[in-house]
């Protein structure tokens, strides 16, 4: 009579194992976006220098999946005359899209935004026009097979009534988006003001961890800048500002966000 082996593995066991291959599974499925959210000054730093490759080093050391970069110049005297966004796509490695707000300079100013993922849409939304006239820029990708809006904002710096109304006019803007949207970039706006509540009503900002001021870069009196997450309340999210004192006037943000 044949004499039965046992095996190696006790139910104990087998069940642990069983878990482990769960955990790995939810890995595999599951990740987190990383977003920088920047007012790069037209790459003028506290030292006076355009300096997009120093821009540029500042971006690459957080690998983000998505940047909002607000004051952007395009074929811009004061910086050379060359396209700002366009450089840096390709400096990092990422896909880019410019918006303007004017003509400035022998060129164009504006926002910009850069994308690990290829961009599949874009979308200009003119705002309320202030002391400048601005636009949101939102673009559409796929990441890991889901739709989702990145959208670099850069509000009115001279009255609250201003970016409100602005404010307003994106959140409109915004409505019909089904997918999850982030905007990210600087709202000239402190926490507790009338547009940042209104951020709030429309979805979430993501908390920051301290320290929490943006600008001025070399010693920052006021928190301006954020990354706002609409259409993923559940999300866990985080946000960090960086301690870069010199490459631009703001400091920039970075945020982490679970991503399913």
Not at 12 to 39: D, H, P, Q
Not at 126 to 154: T, Y
Not at 158 to 163: A, C, E, G, Y
Request: aromatic share 8%.
């Amino acid at each position: 009579m044949k004499q039965k082996i046992k095996s190696g593995y006790g139910s104990g066991t087998k069940m642990k194992i069983f878990f482990c291959w769960l955990l790995l599974i939810g890995w595999c499925f599951s990740g987190e976006l990383r977003v920088l959210a920047y007012n790069i000054h037209h790459g003028e730093g506290m030292d006076d220098a355009v300096d997009l490759p120093r821009i540029a080093d500042v971006i690459r050391s957080e690998k983000p999946d998505f940047v909002a970069l607000q004051e952007v110049d395009k074929g811009v005297n004061r910086s050379g005359k060359v396209n700002q966004a366009m450089v840096l796509g390709e400096l990092l490695g990422m896909y880019h899209n410019f918006a303007k707000f004017m003509d400035f300079d022998g060129g164009e100013y504006g926002l910009a935004v850069l994308s690990k993922y290829p961009i599949l849409k874009s979308h200009i939304h003119r705002l309320p026009v202030g002391a400048e006239p601005r636009v949101v820029l939102e673009v559409e990708v796929m990441v890991n097979g889901k739709p989702i809006s990145f959208a670099s904002i850069h509000l009115d710096w001279t009255k609250s009534s201003l970016r409100v109304a602005q404010f307003k006019a994106l959140d409109k803007a915004l409505a019909i988006r089904k997918h999850p949207v982030i905007v990210a970039g600087d709202y000239n706006a402190e926490p507790d003001s009338p547009t940042m509540q209104l951020a709030r009503q429309s979805g979430f900002i993501i908390p920051k961890l301290n320290p929490n001021l943006t600008w001025p870069a070399d010693a920052p009196k006021v928190e301006i800048d954020y990354i706002v997450i609409r259409g993923m309340p559940s999300i866990k999210a985080t946000s960090t500002v960086l301690g870069e004192r010199i490459a631009s006037d703001h400091r920039p943000v970075v945020g982490v966000i679970q991503w399913p």
